[in-house]
Every structure is written in C-alpha cells, then in structure tokens.
T-cell receptor
Framework: KNQVEQSPQSLIILEGKNCTLQ??????????LRWYKQDTGRGPVSLTI?????NTKSNGRYTATLDADTKQSSLHITASQLSDSASYIC??????????????FGQGTILTVHP | GAVVSQHPSWVICKSGTSVKIECRSLDFQATTMFWYRQFPKQSLMLMAT?????????EQGVEKDKFLINHASLTLSTLTVTSAHPEDSSFYIC??????????FGPGTRLTVL
C-alpha cells in the first residue's frame, strides 16, 4: 500500500530560526515528490518538485532533498518568517499502472512561527 | 501560469439542499481534474477523478449519487453535493492535471451545511 509519513506532526519555532521537516514514503513505482505549503482555508501551493534523479531543489528559503534509495525527503526552511506558519504537505506521485497520476498525501506538518 | 480557480470560495446551505462547486483551469486545458475533501487538521482525501467527456471515477466509499461530477469542457469541472447534510460540511479542493503527473490545486471551497 502506498503511504507517505511526515514528521513531526507539528512544530513551533521562533522567527528567524531554521527548521527541517521530514517525509518518508513507500510509493511505488515512484514518479516524483512535491512539497506543498497550505495556508489555513486555502488550497495547497507547490514549493518544490523532485524526480528520481534529483537530490536537491531550492525555492528561495525552501530547500528540499530527496534520497530515492532510502525513500526519504526533507524540507529545510531557512530564516523563518511569520508568514511561513502553515501546513507543509509531502505528496508523492506514482507512475504507470493503476496508480498513474494518483497522489499519495502525507498528513502534513503544522508549522507555527512565533515572533 | 497553471492557475486553477474555484467558485464559490465558501457557501452555507440548509440541510437537504444541493450545492454546486465549480473548478476552472484558467490558462490551460485539463482533460483530467480531481476532487478532494479535507476535514480539519487532516490531509486531502481524493474523492473522484473527473475526465472530460466521460463519467467520473469515484474512490471507494464515495457515493456517486450524492457527489455528482460533470466535466463538460476542458476547463471546467463541477461537483454537486446533493441533499447536503451537516456531515458533508468540509473543505472541498479541486486540482487539474496539466501534463504527466503535474497537478495544480484550486484555492478550495468551504461548505457549511446547517
């Protein structure tokens, strides 16, 4: 069964600090992995997307890593801002067969940045 | 590019009435759109896959007669919640597939059934 697990469930940090969110997956066959930011009451917005051959992808203060061998990914946020407070969701896409195009969602990590 | 809109952004209705939610891909054509439901503090759950010009494919446990999906054009899919009840209150999100496995999400529709 395809699964995506994220940790921690929630995280509180002070403004300006860095943090790292984790994602482990068992989706097969693997197509790509995306990190999304979802503000409360809004739809998810894509931060990064990585395919099998990519190890790192950056988008401003967001840097995602992918280890396809261990099936782990991380999202590192640098110099956090109050506006970073949101839910961060790891989403893995399968390719081929009956799973084609279907997304497997992690439960999300709720990040709260305090001043 | 790749913008998906939803309308309305929020709706309140009485129990027993029907509500229609629209999902539009604004700057691209999408043969496939997806409908998700999200309860508070939970992740998105796929309800159905909507294919232009054909019947939607529903996930296990989702009542197709209650959640009517129509994908009449390459830029519009609609979800109609029929005979809505308070337990249908949720955040409904659509996404549109641009190419391959790339999906772009709409901003969501908050449905509250009284």
């Amino acid at each position: 069964k395809n699964q995506v697990e994220q940790s921690p469930q929630s995280l509180i940090i002070l403004e300006g600090k860095n943090c790292t969110l984790q994602c482990n997956y068992t989706v097969s066959p693997f197509s790509n992995l995306r990190w999304y930011k979802q503000d409360t009451g809004r739809g998810p917005v894509s931060l990064t997307i990585m395919t099998f051959s990519e190890n790192t992808k950056s988008n401003g203060r967001y840097t995602a890593t992918l280890d396809a061998d261990t099936k782990q990914s991380s999202l590192h946020i640098t110099a956090s801002q109050l506006s970073d407070s949101a839910s961060y969701i790891c989403v893995v896409s399968a390719t081929g067969g009956t799973s084609y195009g279907k997304l497997t969602f992690g439960q999300g990590t709720i990040l709260t940045v305090h001043p | 590019g790749a913008v998906v809109s939803q309308h309305p952004s929020w709706v309140i209705c009485k129990s027993g009435t029907s509500v229609k939610i629209e999902c539009r891909s604004l700057d691209f054509q999408a043969t496939t759109m997806f409908w998700y439901r999200q309860f508070p503090k939970q992740s998105l759950m796929l309800m159905a896959t909507s294919n232009e010009g054909s019947k939607a494919t529903y996930e296990q446990g989702v009542e197709k007669d209650k959640f009517l999906i129509n994908h009449a054009s390459l830029t519009l899919s609609t979800l109609t919640v029929t005979s809505a009840h308070p337990e249908d209150s949720s955040f409904y999100i659509c996404s549109a597939r641009l190419s391959g496995n790339s999906q772009y999400f709409g901003p969501g529709t908050r449905l509250t059934v009284l």
